[in-house]
């Protein structure tokens, strides 16, 4: 499900990407650069120093896929149409060493800012924006929430996990003794393409709420209406997730993409509530589509848009929850239609059936991933469409749009670990901007992490949902943060290493 770009390249002023007298990366600029020239959006900066070039190495910007022109010889290139063109300005276009408003040279290019391409679009970043967020704002008028953050996925910044794991060498530990912790401080910088990382806090919970189809069939001995019941307790503070987030100093927000039931005025009311409802529930997957791909494609756009929101409400971490009587149920085949393996591999006991209904989730889950491998093959989209769930597109879509804005985002277990392998496959390498919170003890959660070569940061015999296993992990995942931030080196402590 990838859309083109609506612009050909895109061109940065210095002030855009640079920031600070030293020179240094502006926040989201680096991996912004990478996800542009990933999805074949030229990128350029532009400026009349002469030490632009080493300026923008220095600040570790792959000269390979960043550009450097002066304006007027970006004035002369017929390739630049203005209408497939983005300007990207700082301060509103005003450069420190640009002809200012009163400069002849100023009022005769009409704006230094904007006589490279006349005409274009231009986006300006404004004091304590990252250079990402400006570009993503712009992208999401002509593209859906979605596709305008599949477009700014990058891979985790090499440089940054390069200075990361040399800072670990020289903190006064032995190598590698800090384990997983470790290679979380990496992830992390790898993230925010800094050194030390930014603390992953605040956090904010997400928990996307939907009702299954499939429920008729009886594989949950729990009727549909505690999906609504639930909404309401999450939005009262009551729930598991609700006493782990505040332990962990997190918000909670709940989202109804898919509940069934007609909620009640209050919870409907209640700030931490968010109505984005595409459907009232999925129809049964054991026999038809669970839903249209137009309708799991609002859902993936739902779930971009409340990650950008959160972000840009002050969340420096996102956390996935999740909420659907039978969801357990779509979330076992979407794992097996995606990974092919055998339904009774990946296919648990839920919130607790006995073994003659497992036989029969079983039974369904495996006729219905059959049905979608033969009917959809490597179609991500249409598998999501046919067995999954409006909460799992929305997970989908809020793991991708938290990739896009930089942020870590915290995966909990089997409905969220299904989500992000529909969001891999979507848009492959997302999941290196995810961290899994917990080992589910549901088979499927496993399946996933296996495929995807990731390593759970707890694993307690969890099987709640609701983001309770991501939210144990979010004080782990900040202290990594904090090791490479406020760990004294072996010369600033007076410590003599191994090898001196």
Not at 36 to 44: D, E, I, M, R, S
Not at 305 to 331: E, F, K, W
Request: aromatic share 2%; net charge negative; glycine share 12%.
């Amino acid at each position: 499900m990838t859309q083109t770009p609506p612009v050909d390249a895109v061109v940065f002023t210095p002030a855009a990407l640079l920031a600070g007298p030293a020179d240094r990366a502006r926040r989201g600029a680096r991996r912004l650069v990478e996800a542009l020239a990933g999805n074949g959006v030229a990128t350029v900066a532009v400026g009349d120093d002469p030490t632009l070039g080493d300026r923008l190495a220095r600040a570790g910007f792959a000269t390979s896929v960043l550009r450097v022109a002066t304006p007027e010889a970006l004035a002369g290139e017929p390739t630049l149409r203005p209408d497939r063109t983005l300007v990207v300005l700082s301060d509103g276009g005003r450069e420190p060493d640009a002809p200012g408003p009163g400069d002849p040279a100023h009022a005769a290019e009409g704006g230094w800012a904007r006589a490279p391409v006349p005409a274009a679009p231009r986006v300006t970043v404004g004091a304590g924006e990252g250079v990402h967020e400006a570009v993503l704002g712009w992208l999401s008028e002509p593209m859906a929430p979605f596709a305008a953050a599949a477009v700014l996925v990058a891979p985790l910044d090499r440089a940054a996990m390069a200075a990361a794991e040399q800072r670990q060498l020289v903190l006064t530990k032995p190598p590698g003794s800090l384990g997983r912790l470790e290679d979380l401080g990496c992830q992390l910088a790898g993230i925010a393409a800094e050194v030390p990382p930014p603390l992953p806090r605040p956090a904010a919970v997400a928990v996307f709420a939907g009702d299954h189809g499939v429920h008729a069939q009886g594989v949950s001995p729990w009727p549909q209406e505690v999906t609504a019941q639930m909404v309401a307790n999450f939005v009262a503070g009551g729930a598991a997730i609700n006493v782990l987030a505040r332990q962990a100093g997190a918000e909670v927000v709940v989202v109804d993409v898919g509940v069934a039931t007609v909620l009640d005025a209050p919870v409907v009311a209640s700030p931490a509530f968010v109505d984005l409802r595409v459907r009232p529930g999925t129809d049964d997957l054991a026999i038809g589509p669970a839903m249209t791909p137009g309708d799991a494609g609002r859902a993936l756009d739902a779930g971009a848009a409340v990650a950008a929101r959160l972000v840009a409400d002050g969340a420096r971490c996102l956390v996935t929850g999740d909420m659907g009587i039978a969801n357990t149920t779509p979330s076992a085949a979407l794992v097996a239609a995606l990974t092919g393996r055998p339904a009774s591999e990946v296919t648990g006991r839920g919130t607790g059936i006995d073994d003659r209904l497992l036989a029969r989730k079983t039974a369904i889950v495996e006729g219905a991933a059959a049905r979608a491998r033969e009917h959809h093959g490597y179609d991500t989209l249409a598998v999501l469409a046919e067995v999954g769930g409006l909460e799992h597109a929305a997970l989908a879509g809020f793991v991708v749009g938290a990739a896009a804005l930089q942020v870590p985002v915290v995966v909990d277990g089997m409905i969220a670990a299904s989500a992000l392998l529909v969001a891999s496959r979507l848009v492959p390498g997302v999941d290196a901007c995810a961290i899994a919170g917990h080992r589910s003890v549901e088979p499927g959660a496993s399946a996933v992490l296996d495929a995807l070569g990731m390593a759970p940061v707890v694993d307690l015999g969890l099987r709640l949902g609701e983001g309770t296993g991501a939210a144990l992990a979010l004080p782990l995942v900040e202290a990594a943060a904090r090791v490479l931030d406020e760990m004294a080196t072996f010369d600033q402590a007076g410590v003599a290493d191994k090898g001196a």
